[in-house]
């Protein structure tokens, strides 16, 4: 199975900053032949299921703010969040999506500083 | 809106059955890959199990083959998992999810709308 590792775990953000967490597959998940990479990022909520926002590493999913956004390839992503708003507080997972099992990341736990 | 509601969840003792529901509203049902997803409490997101769209291709995660299964009716626009000799790792919310894209012949494997979840707890 391909291995999802995010950093950090945790990170506590001041309101209006920006976020960033990483996400780092144990394979490449781009695939040549429409070169797409095969990474989606879900915000969860608590008590809530996750929610898609990004996938194909960098297309953001339909009613998404623009504050967020998706980046990298092969193996190296990146989520920013460019202007914390309080909202945004939620565990944070990557998924690749490239080979069967699908597989998530540990999850990165933001909140407000 | 679109919506996912899943049902069935609940105590069971080691060893014992569950079948769970997952009811569909206000999308082309029957044009979808479903899955099956899953979360132990307070830990991460692991996929458990897909259909096609006509309910006759299905995969699962190691840990459950053999012992879930999946299935689907289009005609009621309801997924299911049965769950069988169940362990206490197997305690954990379910979610089912619609794949990303429509009428696709094969699975994406990525999930663009989410059920609020059923609880499943194994312990005796």
């Known amino acids: 199975d391909i291995v999802m590792t995010q950093s950090p775990d945790s990170l506590a953000v001041s309101l209006g900053e920006r976020a960033t967490i990483n996400c780092k597959s144990s394979?490449?998940?781009?695939?040549?032949?429409?070169?797409?990479?095969?990474l989606a990022w879900f915000q969860q909520k608590p008590g809530q299921p996750p929610k898609l926002l990004i996938y194909?590493?960098?297309t953001r999913e339909s009613g998404v703010p623009d504050r967020f956004s998706g980046s990298g390839s092969g193996t190296d992503f990146t989520l920013t969040i460019s202007s914390l708003q309080a909202e945004d507080v939620a565990v944070y997972y990557c998924q690749q999506f490239y080979r069967t099992p699908s597989t998530f990341g540990q999850g990165t736990k933001l909140e407000i500083k | 809106e679109v919506q996912l509601v899943e049902s069935g969840g609940g105590l069971v003792q080691p060893g014992g059955s569950l079948r769970l529901s997952c009811a569909a509203s206000?999308?082309?049902?029957?044009?979808?890959?479903m899955h099956w997803v899953r979360q132990a409490p307070g830990k991460g997101l692991v996929w458990v199990s897909r259909?096609?769209?006509?309910?006759?291709?299905?995969s699962y995660a190691d840990s459950v083959k053999g012992r879930f299964t999946i299935s689907r009716d289009n005609a009621k626009n309801t997924l299911y998992l049965q769950m069988n000799s169940l362990r206490a790792e197997d305690t954990a919310v379910y979610y089912c999810?619609?794949?990303?894209?429509?009428?696709?012949?094969?699975?994406?494997?990525?999930?663009?709308?989410w059920g609020q979840g059923t609880m499943v707890t194994v312990s005796s």
């Open positions: 206000a999308f082309t049902f029957s044009s979808y890959w």
């Open positions: 999810a619609r794949d990303l894209v429509y009428n696709s012949g094969w699975s994406y494997d990525t999930f663009d709308i």
């Open positions: 194909w590493a960098s």
């Open positions: 259909i096609n769209s006509d309910g006759s291709k299905t």
């Open positions: 394979q490449s998940v781009l695939y040549s032949s429409n070169n797409k990479n095969y």
